[in-house]
């Protein structure tokens, strides 16, 4: 049987490996077994699974595969930002970051190739949706990169990877099934065991999707919100002539657990003499108000061709005051990544050229030798990954 005719695993949950062993007419216990095997230990191979029978590990081996998607590319920045280009299956490809900071470590994931909106800012947005990753694909991207840093078991207490966030490729409420199961599995103290309070999915305003987000998953929420009126908002982002500023500000009021604890994360892209002006900022203030929120204030990252020019930095500092002072967190998001294309609205998996001495590189051949697990040889690659 040739690997493209069996099933792969990852992506699935532990209902689904239940019904698997039970048409084997194994016991219910194995499904534990190879669920922490696959999702906790990170196991690449049915051989890993020391406590199953060497007979059970082949009737696995004749259905089914666990298949981590091929790297086509792997750049480290010059400020230790990661980014990995993956291929599936189908050869369609996302990106996937990885943003270090201090005691936290955050992996930005993907839940499209390519993406439906349109938003005039965003690098993502000049490329069509190709289709929706499933589950699998999405989880995928977090078990390779625990495989790149060699952070299984889940439970390792020197992992980096301390964050989750849906902010990759796509957006995630137009593949909302795929993403809940996804997020099921991440949050899983059984499988990769990220807290819910750990991971945010940030969505363009889908309305219809927002509480059932909140209510079967628990996860923290952001608002990609850019514009404080319908007629810019419109303009930049359109999918608010669909879902204007009303609608979206009325579901976020609703959203299931949102408190002071669990506040809601309003991103505001910061472009020059666009929505940077000081009545900007009160209208920002005014539509939040009574919400349990923080601001992040993304100064703009160029992208070959982009249309926008990033706000002065006494202009961005003079708007976060404004906030600031009426009682909201208003942060300002440090760029991160932009010497490889890793910077916020920056992905995109066609990725553009960027310099050769910024690249820092792998080979194809090299880059598939991370799934091998292997302590040294990761090290080694990683090594060969930030040689100039």
Not at 93 to 98: C, I, P, Q, R, S
Not at 211 to 226: D, M, P, Q, Y
Not at 378 to 384: E, P
């Amino acid at each position: 049987m040739q690997i493209n005719d069996k099933l792969n695993l990852l992506g699935m949950s532990l209902d689904d490996f239940i019904a698997i062993f039970a048409e084997m007419g194994e016991a219910k216990f194995r499904a534990k077994q190879l669920y922490s095997w696959i999702y906790n230990k990170g196991a690449i191979s049915f051989d890993d699974m020391s406590n199953m029978s060497k007979d059970l590990r082949a009737k696995l081996e004749l259905k089914y595969r666990l298949t981590r998607p091929e790297i086509s590319k792997y750049l480290i920045s010059k400020d230790g930002t990661e980014k990995w280009l993956l291929k599936f299956a189908d050869g369609n490809e996302a990106e996937v970051v990885f943003i270090p900071d201090n005691a936290r470590g955050t992996l930005c994931i993907s839940s499209q190739v390519g993406c439906t909106l349109t938003c005039r800012f965003c690098h993502t947005g000049k490329q069509r949706l190709v289709r929706n990753l499933d589950a699998g694909e999405i989880v995928a991207q977090i078990m390779l990169a625990r495989d790149t840093m060699d952070e299984w078991p889940s439970d390792n207490a020197t992992r980096r990877i301390t964050n989750i966030v849906f902010m990759g490729l796509g957006e995630p409420l137009y593949n909302v099934d795929n993403v809940i199961k996804a997020i099921s599995i991440i949050i899983d103290g059984h499988a990769i065991a990220i807290s819910k309070r750990r991971v945010t999915l940030s969505t363009s305003g889908v309305v219809p999707e927002i509480n059932r987000i909140g209510a079967e998953t628990g996860v923290l929420l952001a608002i990609s919100l850019h514009a404080t009126n319908d007629a810019l908002r419109d303009e930049i982002m359109p999918i608010n002539k669909k879902y204007p500023l009303a609608q979206l500000i009325d579901a976020v009021q609703n959203y299931p657990g949102l408190s002071n604890a669990n506040r809601v994360t309003w991103e505001y892209v910061m472009l020059k003499d666009i929505n940077d002006s000081i009545d900007d900022a009160k209208s920002l203030v005014k539509i939040i108000s009574g919400i349990p929120s923080k601001v992040n204030l993304i100064p703009f990252n160029p992208w070959p061709g982009s249309p926008y020019k990033r706000s002065d930095a006494d202009k961005i500092k003079q708007f976060a005051d404004i906030i600031w002072d009426a009682g909201y967190s208003s942060p300002i998001r440090r760029p991160r990544g932009q010497d490889i294309l890793a910077a916020c609205g920056q992905l995109k998996s066609e990725s553009e050229r960027v310099p050769r001495y910024k690249q820092r590189m792998l080979d194809k051949a090299s880059l598939n030798k991370i799934s091998s697990n292997n302590d040294s040889s990761n090290q080694a690659l990683k090594n060969k990954a930030l040689e100039n």
